[in-house]
């Protein structure tokens, strides 16, 4: 007998992918109230996806009941398209549901010239939709048409205040994720010509460490490394995040490029999974200390804020290239892994939206010359700090449980006589450090004593949200628990 | 969750009004003093009755689960007490000092915010129950204490700031890793009076070492075990209030306290003295008792010469705690809060004499006594404290220290003792007798009068009560030693309830 309210969640899955292309279809379609429909829908999917989530949870606890398969229009694979629901992907919907928020209700006070909202609303409800998309589809050539669309929404955003800096990290940014979604696909033809089949679950059951499954593998892995900015594929991220306006830096940097890292983490905890050897764990490591340390010094060289802020994200997203071999030890590590993600994209989000303010009340965001406006804005820096605090991996934030969870795996593997293990943890341990170096370099100035200049006045919105965002980042250390509990609701996951 | 709600309302009393703080004005003086006294006051009321719980043997405890297996655990025991009793008195006192100091200056919204934070974090501290909670309300308390560090926002404050970081940040890590490490081997169990490892001393005696060595790294740099300490006297660029607090009670005690917690209740005495990690201690200990007197002589700075009597006197609880003897214990434990109040007093003081006359130096001293009597005796008191002389309150901590080294059967400590004893009373009767007997030929400077006008007495009111409340603390706790409710006879309590030592007798 299955749980109440289980009959209920194919609906809301379907009905979540539905509510989330109105939105985007009805802002398109009426971009003089683009604004009020995003607005609006942006509490709906929120409240929509919050209400999926206590479905799902209530489903549980066992993984193989509450993880649910929807058949659209009747169609059973490997005919039709599926949509896939379970504790991964539902963790992914939250966090994009509370960043996508977020961002909604500071963009309406970031985004205020007319023309320019007819274009930001749309493109950013559809980036979402794409995300939402993205997290349910099961099927390898929908993964492919749904990262085409996140990606190709990102870019406009990345364009569409139509500055010729803004412009030429746009182009840059569309010929990255072009070639990223070639590669990709190439890899889906590949598994689709030797299988016959695209749906994850049947292909999973159907690969073995072939070589046809070699090179699908390096192919798409290649592509999603592109996109996701992992070492060495990171170099145009810094450019097209600095460069983009305040709320598009943060679901880039948030959210998009751990879209990405989602989809290279499914592929290998299903499909690839029979490839992965210690071998290519440990040079996997190898690049995620090196991102640590490269993006560290570069966050600490950079003159701009943002640009801090962007190389940051290469640094945080080589603990995740770290933990790839911890979770070959200790498979269960994913859920880590996963939660480290959430944390970072709720900590990320914050601090770019907090930098916006910044950037926005001072006309720049050169680091040097901030100082004034530093000293008279607490509340945003206060944001910068506390969600800095997080990405330390300092108490009492959810950056911090974080941290301890990896620790404790990187511990775990030298404890099971890995040597190798022994960088790990002082990759892991010592990346705090490199983080706390520059966060208090975005900090230490508004401590400085000097002058203080407001600036250009912003909007509430623009004031509180990132300081909302980072709270929510640092509550979200309660939500270890929640969160892996959610995730250990994924079937076929160890 | 027995009386959790105690324990949640005590860390809430200090952290509430701190955030509150935080978003108001910076002109809404009057609410903001009255949220810093509510909450002081309030803190100190929820203590006591704690006290009187604890004391009628209530348990209190609350748990909330953090990650699968470990839980963030409150809990309240007679040693915590003890450090969150010390911590409720003197907070308040130094509030009322703070807001004294800080009159007319500003950035007070920011300051009193991140104030209230830090003694959140040093009270989560006395309360916690296991040492992931400890190390959680450890970080805090640094990443608290840094903006009250730098608060000035001078050059010198903000390389202090950068140092302290530094120092702190490094060692936190440090500590992180091993008590992740720990907790992997032995669970994460909570404080346990004589510990909790003998079921691994067999197995992993040698991890168990390193995993010693780097929990005193990561609280050795708090408590400023040489060769950890440098960053202690430059931090003291601070605020006055802020240095006091943290040489007394926050930033310096939670390190002693956390090496108190590790030898006594992860190891136990008993281990330790097996694995041979109390011998190091002790030796590191009796190191930087010298070598803190003898820096603290070359010093003229006032605030200098305090901070590395700091690192002199705070390693007398950490000797005392390594000599692992009963009244050896007692020595060490009750010099926690001896050390607090008497520490505390001499910073009012230096706060005092540098506000209202613009004194930093000692050679400046001359004549002091005559100009602000009161400041200058309760001087006086807390250096013959510190020095030792009976009946005060460092004279009951001696006492008991050496007769703990005699028990442990090591008469070279009693040396140390005497050494530092003389170092000290060198350091520290200089600036008395300067006060006291020096000719001043010029007339005072008087910025605080310049500023603020004419004072009814010798400094504004809010500056000098402290000093004298706390003075007064130091004299009646050595005066009335022998009472149960005194320190010494709480730390007894603590000794007799906690430790079940055969041997034990008073």
């Not at chain 1, 942006?42 to 398969?69: H, K, M, Y």
């Not at chain 1, 401590?447 to 509180?464: I, K, L, N, T, Y």
């Amino acid at each position: 007998m299955s749980p109440p309210g289980a009959e209920w969640l194919p609906a809301g899955i379907a009905g979540l992918v539905g509510l989330s292309l109105a939105v985007a279809v009805l802002a398109t379609a009426w971009p003089r109230q683009a604004h009020r429909v995003g607005l609006l829908g942006a509490l709906a999917i929120t409240a929509w996806v919050l209400g999926l989530s206590a479905l799902f949870l209530n489903t549980g606890p066992d993984p193989e009941a509450a993880a649910t398969r929807v058949a659209l229009g009747g169609w059973e694979a490997p005919l039709g398209l599926m949509l896939h629901l379970d504790g991964l992907s539902m963790t992914l919907l939250v966090l994009t549901a509370v960043v996508g928020l977020a961002t909604s209700l500071y963009s309406l006070g970031y985004v205020h010239d007319r023309i320019e909202r007819r274009q930001f609303w749309p493109l950013w409800l559809w980036l979402w939709a794409g995300l939402n998309m993205l997290f349910l589809s099961g099927d390898a050539f929908n993964l492919y048409i749904t990262l085409e669309v996140v990606s190709l929404s990102a870019v406009a955003l990345v364009a569409f205040t139509g500055t010729a800096a803004a412009v030429s990290g746009a182009v840059r940014y569309l010929l990255i994720n072009i070639l990223g979604s070639l590669s990709f696909l190439m890899g889906v033809v590949l598994l689709f010509g030797e299988h016959g089949v695209l749906d994850l679950v049947l292909l999973e059951a159907r690969t073995e460490a072939g070589p046809t499954e070699r090179m699908a593998a390096v192919l798409m892995t290649a592509g999603l490394m592109l996109k996701a900015a992992l070492f060495p594929l990171h170099v145009w991220l810094a450019p097209a995040h600095g460069s983009a306006p305040a709320p598009v830096s943060a679901v880039l940097s948030g959210l998009v490029v751990t879209g990405s890292f989602y989809l290279i983490l499914r592929l290998w905890m299903g499909v690839f999974a029979p490839l992965a050897t210690p071998a290519f764990g440990i040079l996997v490591g190898m690049l995620g200390v090196a991102a640590l340390v490269w993006g560290s010094l570069q966050a600490l060289r950079a003159g701009r804020l943002k640009s801090i802020v962007a190389y940051s994200t290469v640094a945080q997203f080589g603990y995740l290239l770290v933990a790839f071999p911890l979770m070959l030890v200790d498979p269960g590590a994913w859920r880590v892994v996963v939660f480290f993600a959430v944390v970072h994209a709720l900590a990320k989000a914050s601090v770019f939206l907090a930098a916006g303010t910044l950037q926005h009340a001072a006309g720049h965001d050169r680091l040097a010359d901030l100082g004034e406006v530093l000293r008279a804005r607490p509340r945003t820096v206060f944001a910068l700090g506390l969600a800095g605090v997080s990405l330390m991996g300092l108490p009492f934030t959810g950056g911090f449980i974080a941290k301890y969870l990896l620790l404790e795996a990187g511990l775990g593997t030298v404890l099971a006589g890995s040597f190798i293990g022994v960088l790990w943890v002082l990759a892991i341990a010592g990346g705090g450090l490199l983080a706390a170096a520059y966060v208090l370099r975005m900090v230490a100035p508004s401590f400085q004593r000097g002058r203080a200049d407001a600036g250009e006045a912003v909007s509430p919105w623009m004031d509180w949200v990132p300081l909302g965002l980072a709270t929510v980042a640092a509550l979200a250390g309660l939500a270890g628990p929640l969160t892996l509990n959610t995730l250990a609701l994924t079937p076929g996951a160890p | 969750m027995d009386g959790g709600w105690l324990l949640l309302a005590i860390l809430f009393s200090s952290l509430g009004p701190g955030i509150a703080i935080f978003f108001l004005p910076e002109h809404r003086q009057g609410l903001r003093t009255a949220l810093n006294l509510g909450g002081a006051g309030t803190k100190l009321a929820l203590v006591a009755f704690l006290l009187d719980g604890v004391l009628r043997g209530d348990e209190y405890y609350f748990s909330l689960p953090l990650m699968p297996g470990i839980d963030l655990v409150l809990a309240a025991d007679a040693l915590s007490l003890l450090f969150a009793s010390l911590s409720a008195v003197l907070w308040f006192v130094t509030t009322v000092y703070a807001i004294g100091y800080l009159e007319g200056s500003p950035r007070r919204s920011r300051f009193f915010g991140f104030f209230s934070l830090c003694v959140s974090a040093t009270v989560g501290i006395a309360l916690s129950g296991n040492l992931i909670t400890f190390l959680i309300f450890y970080e805090i308390l640094t990443l608290a204490t840094w903006p009250l560090v730098v608060h000035r926002g001078t050059p010198a404050a903000l390389r202090a700031g950068r140092l302290y970081l530094a120092y702190t940040l490094t060692s936190g890590l440090v500590l992180f890793t091993a008590i992740v490490w720990l907790t992997l081997l032995a669970g994460a169990e909570g404080f346990t009076p004589g510990g909790y490892l003998d079921g691994l001393a067999d197995t992993h005696a040698t991890t168990l070492q390193i995993l010693f060595v780097l929990l005193m790294i990561g609280f050795g740099v708090k408590a400023a075990l040489v060769p950890l300490h440098s960053w202690l006297p430059i931090a003291m660029v601070a605020p006055a209030p802020v240095s006091a607090l943290l040489h007394a009670v926050a930033v310096v005690k939670a390190g002693a306290f956390g090496i108190i917690r590790v030898v006594n209740d992860v190891y136990g005495a008993e281990l330790a003295i097996e694995l041979g990690l109390t011998a190091g201690l002790l030796v590191v200990a009796a190191i930087t008792i010298i070598y803190g007197s003898i820096q603290a002589l070359r010093a003229d700075d006032l605030k200098q010469r305090l901070a590395f009597s700091t690192i002199s006197q705070v390693s007398y609880i950490i000797l005392g705690v390594a000599l692992a003897g009963p009244l050896g214990i007692i020595g060490g434990l009750v010099h926690l809060v001896h050390q607090g109040i008497t520490k505390i007093t001499l910073f009012f003081c230096a706060g005092n004499f540098a506000e209202t006359l613009g004194i930093h130096r000692i050679s400046e001293l001359n004549g002091v006594g005559r100009r602000m009597p009161l400041t200058m005796l309760a001087f006086t008191l807390g250096a013959l404290g510190m020095i030792g002389l009976p009946p005060l309150a460092g004279f009951v901590t001696k006492w008991h220290l050496g007769l703990g080294a005699l028990e442990a059967g090591m008469p070279w400590v009693l040396g140390v003792l005497v050494l530092s004893s003389l170092l000290n009373a060198a350091y520290f009767l200089p600036p008395v007798i300067r006060g006291w007997l020096g000719e001043r030929r010029k007339p005072w400077n008087e910025p605080l009068q310049a500023h603020a006008g004419p004072t009814r007495f010798e400094t504004h009111w809010m500056l000098l009560f402290p000093v004298i409340f706390t003075a007064a603390l130091g004299l009646l706790v050595g005066l009335f030693a022998g009472l149960e409710l005194s320190p010494l006879g709480w730390v007894s309590l603590i000794v007799r309830r906690d430790y079940s030592l055969p041997e034990f007798g008073l």
